[in-house]
């Protein structure tokens, strides 16, 4: 079974620019999250899907942040205009419902400089 | 927010020996659930403890939860090197997945 996959590996940027990630779940897995991990912390749910639809995003900053999943599968997370602070490993996990095993991809690494 | 707190913080043992890490959280939850994190990598899922079970076993490992105390403990019996990594609680409040900040171990051989 494939698992969560997730592209770019790594990103630099410079401050005020922007950057998207990308996920692919895995399938048939209908939760979706995005989690923030900075250097040395926990991973900080930003948003959770269950199939297209938002369940959770109160700790989105959505003057920055947004965050979509089309057609209930794949999504992308996206940052206009990075901010230092925002330098951490996007992670992106999967489950096959909620209150169920969550399944992480390798994470995304961004550097914003 | 973070909701579950792990302790210690960090911790150093021997290979052969036991380590207990310990999360304790603040709200009822449905289930809670330990990750190992092997450093630049991603989460990888251990055990998950239900509210209404009081102790887990899989292979090397054992959970066991007290809601009482709203606080959860992790054993790895006979430690190895690879062990070494970061272990993680997480509590789930009706589908909603909160992390600590994690216990860091490392096994020296």
């Known amino acids: 079974e494939a698992g969560v996959a997730q592209s770019p590996r790594y990103k630099i940027i410079e401050k005020r620019q922007s950057v998207a990630f990308w996920c692919n779940p895995i399938s048939g897995h209908a939760t979706l999250y995005w989690y923030q991990q900075i250097l040395g912390q926990g991973p900080k749910l930003l948003i959770q899907?269950?199939?297209?639809?938002?369940?959770?995003d109160s700790q989105l900053p959505k003057d920055r942040f947004s965050a979509e999943r089309l057609k209930g599968v794949d999504s992308t997370l996206k940052i206009q205009p990075a901010k230092l602070e925002d330098s951490a490993v996007y992670l992106c996990?999967?489950?096959?419902?909620?209150?169920?095993?969550?399944?992480f991809g390798e994470g995304s690494w961004l550097t914003v400089v | 927010s973070q909701q579950g707190e792990e302790d210690p913080q960090a911790l150093s043992i021997q290979e052969g020996e036991n380590a207990t890490m310990n999360c304790s959280y603040k709200?009822?939850?449905?289930?809670l659930q330990w990750y190992r994190q092997n450093s630049g990598r991603g989460l990888v899922h251990l055990i998950l403890?239900?509210?209404?079970?009081r102790e887990k076993h899989s292979g090397r490992l054992r959970v066991t939860l007290d809601t009482s105390k709203k606080s959860s403990s992790l054993l790895i019996t006979a430690s190895r090197a690879a062990d070494t990594a970061s272990y993680f609680c997480?509590?789930?409040?009706?589908?909603?997945?909160?992390f600590g900040a994690g216990t860091r171990l490392t096994v020296k051989p």
């Open positions: 709200t009822s939850i449905n289930n």
């Open positions: 403890i239900r509210s209404n079970e």
């Open positions: 997480a509590t789930d409040v009706n589908g909603d997945m909160r």
């Open positions: 899907f269950q199939n297209n639809g938002v369940v959770d």
């Open positions: 996990a999967s489950s096959l419902v909620r209150e169920n095993t969550i399944y």
